[in-house]
């Protein structure tokens, strides 16, 4: 007798809501932290020339060599720091979670924080202990110490920016989690470009701490290419879970390209940090909405009746994030990415509107 699908896929993954991306055709899209720019024309051509002559009927280079030692001076990644990419920083959470997934094992996440985390988890088969942030969405650090002693997780993941909260956490605090953790604690930095803040230079003071990082959020999240930084003795181990060739020649060639222009990145998100500020003080001024300070490319506000505010918001054209129903702690929340100065204007026009109905 055949079975229903339903009796053959985990009762996990049968549980799970998949992963929901909306339509966004026609639409100011303010819903995913990309940014809003594209490369400079005279990058574009180049990178087009080396497309076509890129080596497409060959597997791309394994250990992505020229990359990395690219991406190791644009990171300031420290010497004697293993490296290992992923197709996405996605893909490495899932790598990370895949390789410690020993039966009973613990995934520790901090909540509200990015879902991937705990979505990643359920499709290992890891129990996944979320604590809560604090009403304002600072880290209370004696709960996670006392979730690490209780729950001796594997992993610990700490967004850094957190999303979607947009606030970096207390350093010292992270310091305590480090010591206290009995496994790998992954400082998350997704938003590095737009914080100022960061662990990577801390990576030799702790042997357990990894940095993650990506070039979604800085102007590549078309290319997928995530990394991460920290000591071979738990990477050389992550790394023979690595599917063998999971960056691209594409991947490979065109980031390598764009982060020879580094510069030219890092003066998009110093616009995008300065219209951050504007965004942040024109939402304060609208009655009604409370907006949190920021520390990435997205605002985290509340408005009275979210679900309303992001359809009329659609209606008018603009897609941004709805987390109203996704946490307890994000009742009434959305989280709008900072756009093009003209986008940001024109969201802000039909936020008006709508809340004004
Ligand atoms: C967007 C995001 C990621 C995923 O980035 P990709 O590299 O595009 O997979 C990881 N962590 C956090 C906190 C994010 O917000």
């Given amino acids: 007798m055949s079975k229903k699908p339903e009796d053959i896929i985990r009762s996990e993954i049968v549980a799970l809501k998949a992963y929901h991306v ?3 055709a026609g639409l100011v899209k303010l819903d995913a932290m990309e940014n809003p720019y594209r490369l400079p024309a005279e990058l574009q051509a180049e990178v087009a020339q080396m497309a076509g002559s890129a080596p497409l009927n060959r597997y791309p280079d394994p250990g992505a060599v020229q990359l990395k030692a690219r991406l190791r001076t644009v990171m300031g990644i420290p010497d004697g720091m293993d490296l290992l990419l992923g197709n996405g920083s996605d893909e490495i959470i899932q790598m990370l979670t895949m390789a410690a997934a020993r039966p009973g094992a613990v995934v520790l996440g901090l909540e509200p924080s990015f879902v991937m985390f705990r979505m990643i988890a359920a499709f290992c088969g890891v129990q996944f202990v979320g604590v809560p942030l604090k009403p304002d969405f600072s880290l209370d650090t004696g709960k996670v110490i006392a979730a690490i002693a209780e729950h001796q997780p594997a992993l610990v993941f700490i967004a850094y920016p957190n999303n979607p909260t947009g606030n970096l956490f207390d350093e ?15 400082v998350d930095e997704a938003y590095h470009a737009f914080a100022g803040k960061s662990f990577m230079p801390r990576l030799a003071d702790h042997p357990n701490l990894l940095v993650m990082r990506t070039l979604s959020k800085s102007g590549l999240a078309g290319l997928r290419l995530g990394l991460i930084a920290g000591n071979s003795a738990w990477l050389a181990h992550v790394d023979k879970v690595r599917l063998p060739y999971n960056v691209n020649v594409l991947t490979q060639t065109v980031a ?6 580094h510069d030219l990145l890092g003066l998009q998100a110093a616009a995008i940090r300065a219209e951050r500020a504007r965004l942040y003080d024109e939402l304060g001024r609208i009655a009604g909405i409370q907006a949190y300070p920021s520390d990435a490319n997205f605002i985290l506000f509340r408005a009275a009746g979210a679900e309303r505010v992001f359809s009329g918001l659609r209606q008018r054209g603009v897609l941004i994030k709805n987390l109203h129903g996704s946490h307890p702690a994000l009742t009434d929340c959305l989280r709008v990415t900072v ?3 003209e986008e940001d204007t024109r969201f802000l026009a039909a936020l008006k509107e709508t809340v004004n109905l």
Avoid: Y
């Fill in 22 to 24: 909306p339509d966004s």
């Fill in 256 to 261: 390598e390209k764009a982060l020879q222009h």
């Fill in 339 to 341: 756009g093009t100065p």
């Fill in 172 to 186: 010292e605090g992270i310091r305590r989690i480090l010591e206290a953790a009995p496994g790998m604690v992954v």
